[in-house]
């Protein structure tokens, strides 16, 4: 009898403790105040953020989860998707460095951050967010090499987008290989250079390849390419490659869209191939 009692009281300080930690709000406090730090940092770039995120209020009443922009987990109520793409909205220079070490989000799967003036350090502050799957950066103010220090620990990721950049170095082939869950790796329309070698080097999971529009050259390898068994969609339009086509692509038996316009590449089509396929 009196256990009963005792357990009822216990279960009711439970209950009560859970609402005193986010039952009210929605929210967790920690990324609560990581947004706000987040929405501080665009409005110092002399941006109007209450125009831009105007739901994003400093009142620990607001559920968190509520506001534009934002995702979260109905059963943890973990912040999980991001959508801060476009948060320009007028033209500036660059958004300049945001230089908080820790972006604050343990559960963050789905991050765009495409459409701003970002330059590549922001990158720098998503190192500790491992959880992410998605990381969207295209269309940013990002040069140079390839940023696979950066991304180096986002080891869970299963689909990159770094399209409309200004990347001008070689691809990291080995290193991207060690992404081993990467699905979809969309490197379009910057100004990477080399050649893709021959050696096996993208991720075994890879679906989607996209490497449109930039300065790569040398003729197609027989083997890696081929050796992508899963591979549904590959785009190397518009750029120097030459050669005879692998008749190794034959292999490739998932492939539902491959686009080789814009290159001097010879050497025929197998007729076996799919009406589908773009050429
Ligand atoms: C905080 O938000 C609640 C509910 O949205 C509102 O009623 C309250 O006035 C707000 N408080 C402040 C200080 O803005
Ligand atoms: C929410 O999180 C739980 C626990 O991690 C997970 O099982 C569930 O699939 C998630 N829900 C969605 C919609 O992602
Ligand atoms: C951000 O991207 C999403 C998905 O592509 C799109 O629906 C949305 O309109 C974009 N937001 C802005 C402000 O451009
Ligand atoms: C790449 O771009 C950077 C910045 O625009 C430039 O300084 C550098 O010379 C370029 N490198 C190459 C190899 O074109
Ligand atoms: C590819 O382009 C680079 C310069 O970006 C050049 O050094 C190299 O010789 C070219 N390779 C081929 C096979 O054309
Ligand atoms: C691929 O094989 C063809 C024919 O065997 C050869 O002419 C071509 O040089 C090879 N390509 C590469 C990149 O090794
Ligand atoms: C293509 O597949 C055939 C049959 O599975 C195999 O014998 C051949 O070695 C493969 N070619 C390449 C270049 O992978």
Sequence with gaps: MESAILA????????????????NKGCFETERLALLDFKEFV????LDVDYLLSSWVDNSTSDCCKWERVMCNSTTGHVTELSLNNTRQYDIE????????NIGFKRLEEL?????????????SLDAITSLKTLKFSYNDMEGSFPIQELSKLKNLESLDVSGNGFNSTLPFQELSTFKSLEILNLMGNEFTGSIPEY??????LKVLYLYH???????????????????????????????????L???????????????LTG?????WPANLKF
Excluded: A
């Design 112 to 124: 765009d951050i495409s459409e701003n003036r970002f330059n590549r350090n922001i990158l720098l």
């Design 214 to 248: 930039n300065k790569l050259n040398g003729s197609l390898p027989n083997q890696s390419l081929c050796g992508l068994k899963g591979l549904q969609e590959l785009d190397l339009g518009y750029n120097e490659f030459g050669g005879s086509l692998p008749q190794c």
């Design 200 to 205: 096996m080097w993208t991720p075994p999971s």
């Design 8 to 23: 009822k009281c216990l279960l009711l300080g439970l209950v009560i403790l859970w609402i005193q930690i986010h039952g």
């Design 250 to 264: 034959d292999n490739l038996t998932s492939l539902t869209f491959l686009y080789l316009s814009g290159n001097q």
């Design 94 to 101: 660059s958004i300049s460095f945001y230089d908080d070490e």
């Design 43 to 46: 409005g110092s770039n002399g």
């Design 268 to 272: 025929h089509i197998p007729s076996s």
